[in-house]
């Protein structure tokens, strides 16, 4: 049997507060556009974030990539800079684009994809579920 | 860097009756096909509905499509046809067919794919959970 | 020490359809009091089930009550009676009673409260959940 | 048998940023006290929220209190007021109090607790999850 | 208005293995008592543990107990011991006493409810996912 | 329109202890790779196990595939042979593999991807949860 490819996926939850407001657009513009996202105070959210590696799995040890690196890249350049923080105000990683999870998907594969190819193998999924009824996922350019 | 791609869903809950029951087939042959899900007097479900869009996220908005827009779609075009309803008694947009999850997704699919395609994205998946236990996924006729 | 009193729960799901809907009031009340649940041809939920047991843990076997135990009697004394079921018209159990999650509790209060004390602990606590918003919780009569 | 007595329970999700800033503490008291929750310019929860409601089972409705009603009652005094706000900075219902989830389940009772009463049950039971490993719970004065 | 008493709760997920033997019983009786719960090899879960405090809400802070003692209380007297281990084969909290959740419970409120009464309030109940099936609860020798 | 194709899925859950160790490497190898799951008396976990299914919706049925078949095959072939078990010491179906959730993947696919292709569609994914952090995929050899 050649080596399977299989994917694994690690989980963290973090807190933050954010406001939908594009710099493009008139403040009639943006309110009509987000709505409540909107809030001039900001609002915020629990994001669950899902981070999908693919690659063969290795024979010896079993797997794509070992969990405990994938969990502490994702702890180290993920959470550690969103967790309990503005996702506008705090950050540098949306640089200066909207705050949607889509933008932050974005962001976040950027940074990621690079730090997981180091280990072999390739960043194939981000998922962000904003709430219970929103979800957002992005699989990269290459898609 | 080019638009990136990127998916989004919502996700609403409907509660409904139903009976599953082939009437190209004789009562005894559905009894022993569909089991307990051919019981005369119906039973019902809390479905789980996942409706999933993919496009361009638009570099000024960051969005596929405004979340607004499409729960207000799901919102009018399925979850006002269906919840609180008997599946097969109460709904015309089953055509007869069977009420299983299968043929509620492709279903769903057909009304809700031109909704999604007016606002520019297309729409890819259509994902119920009828219980903890069973997931239907229906990603159009292209596939 | 003296023997510490727990409690352990068991939860299942079931499948059902029902119709609010009172004998007692003229269709117009009905439909004025129950809204989208006094659908004449029904709905359904995925009715999920915790039964609570509460009594002191037996020092040898180290359990409240032997869980195989609790798990046969739910499941042959509610969970065959009422899965895939139309809970107005296939069952006895609610005695001509409207079918809320209310009246449902105490019917499987009384049917589940003599089968556990007949092991020695007493049954403390039946909760349903009809849908992820709606919760009701009976503890007998006692309380 | 006596008129058997139970419990409803609503839940619903709503969206806010918060700071913890004690302002009775300095700033390096705060920030020791809340660590990361203290943060400047604020983060966010989806907070899941559950109201419970205690009393009689009508016999002829056989609810405890109309589920439309208390759904009604949560939406118009509590989640209109709260979602997609900021806690400290949009709304009056903490009165300077610290906007922890303890002080925000107080407040949520105030509001509440003539509501249902003025529908003759009792209201028994604020509990507020605030992220997957928080949870907090009030039942009143009378505790 | 007099200090307001809440709980407040926070929750864990550890994983171990176990089997379910008394060392009062035969092989049979035990094999007969706990079915695939005794298999010689042992079984595992993922626990989810939920802890409870109840106290005065601090009129200053907002707070029953700090949340951040809490969970290191949680995490260092109770995580650190059982997570990834076998809890009959590397845990001496059991004290000889047989892996059932019940004793877990009576085990894990030993060892917290004098750490939480050291900063003033009560630990108030010990809840235990053993699987999505199974829950226990303790409150205490008080109860 | 051509007969769609769709996928079913169905979820069980298994209870089960396991040890990463690799025979390839030594001791100190072992515990740096794997870090607390290579613990000597092993670990466990509540498994959460999703088994997809894909082809046409049978015009008549309006399944893919009798969801009772496939529960069956699942409970025969994977649930009755892993649940409450050790999956190193008492099972043959990882044939000497280290029981990461990848390797199990792939037995799992092993066994019933011959079973489903018996009854007509093909198995296309097998979703392991092994904790709410850990998630692997398999979606076969010819992906």
């Given amino acids: 049997m050649p ?14 507060a954010h406001r939908l ?18 809030n001039p105070n900001s609002h915020g959210h629990n994001y669950d974030l899902f981070v999908t590696v693919r690659g063969p799995i290795d ?5 794509v990539m070992n969990l405990n690196d994938l969990h502490r890249i994702v702890q180290e350049r993920i959470f550690s800079v ?3 923080k503005h996702l506008d105000d705090d950050l540098d990683v949306l640089g ?3 705050s949607t999870a889509e933008n932050l998907a974005v962001a976040f594969w ?11 193998p390739e960043l194939s999924l981000i998922r962000i579920h ?11 350019a290459q898609q």
Same sequence: chains 1, 2, 3, 4, 5, 6.
């Fill in 82 to 84: 969103v967790d309990h």
């Fill in 3 to 16: 080596t399977p490819i299989a994917e694994i996926t690690v989980r963290i939850e973090f807190s933050a």
């Fill in 130 to 140: 904003e709430s219970r009824a929103n979800i957002v996922e992005y699989r990269g």
């Fill in 59 to 63: 024979p010896v040890t079993g797997m």
């Fill in 21 to 38: 407001h594009a710099k493009e657009l008139s403040d009639e513009e943006n309110a009509a556009l987000y709505g409540p996202c909107n």
């Fill in 110 to 120: 950027e940074i990621l994809a690079p730090e997981v190819q180091a280990f072999g």
């Fill in 96 to 98: 200066g684009r909207v």
